[in-house]
């Protein structure tokens, strides 16, 4: 890693998802079960900004954190683009037709869970190890 500080930012961002990810499970079933259009908002206002806001500062944070370290970032990468193709599957408004197709934006969801969560792990791994003393010149 490059950046400690930035690699900070990657973790916070990936657990905000993780945990978010839940949020957003409990407010879409409670919409279901008959909780009224603010479940529905708050699921809505949940991935739109918070989530798919952290998935763009996870990868950001990637690049200042691990720059040079290209697999990486581009892992990081990964996550927002699955969270941009989960937004893509929600169904229109205006036409809510495909709800098996549309059902994929759920499932996704579990991807998008366990992909910030091994980002988080692999952040706590790497904050773990101790920092190298900075080179001396002889």
């Given at each position: 890693m490059r950046n400690r500080?930035?690699?900070w930012v990657n973790l916070f961002f990936a657990s905000v998802i993780v945990v978010a990810v839940f949020l957003q499970a409990y407010f879409i079933a409670s919409y279901a079960m008959g909780a009224g259009e603010g479940a529905l908002d708050a699921h809505g206002?949940?991935?739109g900004?918070?989530?798919h806001g952290s998935e763009l500062i996870v990868f950001l944070s990637a690049l200042v954190a691990f720059w040079g370290m290209w697999r990486w970032i581009l892992v990081n990468l990964g996550l927002f683009v699955l969270g941009t193709v989960q937004i893509?599957?929600?169904?229109p408004d205006e036409d809510p037709g495909s709800p098996w197709v549309h059902g994929l934006h759920g499932l996704l969801a579990l991807f998008v869970l366990?992909?910030?969560a091994y980002?988080?792990?692999k952040d706590w791994r790497?904050?773990?190890t101790p920092a190298l003393p900075p080179a001396?010149?002889?």
């Open positions: 500080a930035a690699t206002f949940l991935g900004l918070v989530i893509f599957l929600l169904p366990t992909y910030a980002i988080a792990w790497l904050l773990k001396t010149a002889v």
